[in-house]
């Protein structure tokens, strides 16, 4: 039973250490990251590059975009003119403002 229990283990490693090194399943588990925060930016229409930016910054939500300013959203890498429109139009429409 003992060399069973070992066997387990050893093949869970083996399954770990491949895993690992197949960028797929580590792709999968980066979008997977994206996935359970972004329904929100889904929903408005921003592209991947730029919900990938906001996630990757910290902000989930149009709301959490007061703790930021527009021009240090403007310098995130993947945020682009129309994302930046789309974001200054929810916040409007939200009666929020950026970070001074």
């Known amino acids: 039973m003992l060399a069973s229990a070992a066997k387990k283990a050893a093949a869970e490693r083996r399954a770990e250490k491949t895993a690992s090194a197949n960028p797929q399943t580590h792709a999968a588990q980066e979008l997977d990251k994206y996935e359970a925060h972004d329904s929100q930016w889904r929903q408005i229409g921003l592209d991947a ?3 990938h930016a906001l996630i990757d910054d ?8 007061r703790k930021t300013s527009l021009a240090a959203l403007k310098e995130l890498d993947g945020m682009g003119p129309n994302a930046i429109r789309i974001l200054v139009a929810e916040m409007k429409k939200a009666d929020l403002s950026f970070r001074k």
Request: hydrophobic share 45%; charged share 20%.
């Open 58 to 65: 910290g902000l989930f939500s149009v709301s959490d975009l």
């Open 49 to 51: 590059s730029a919900r």
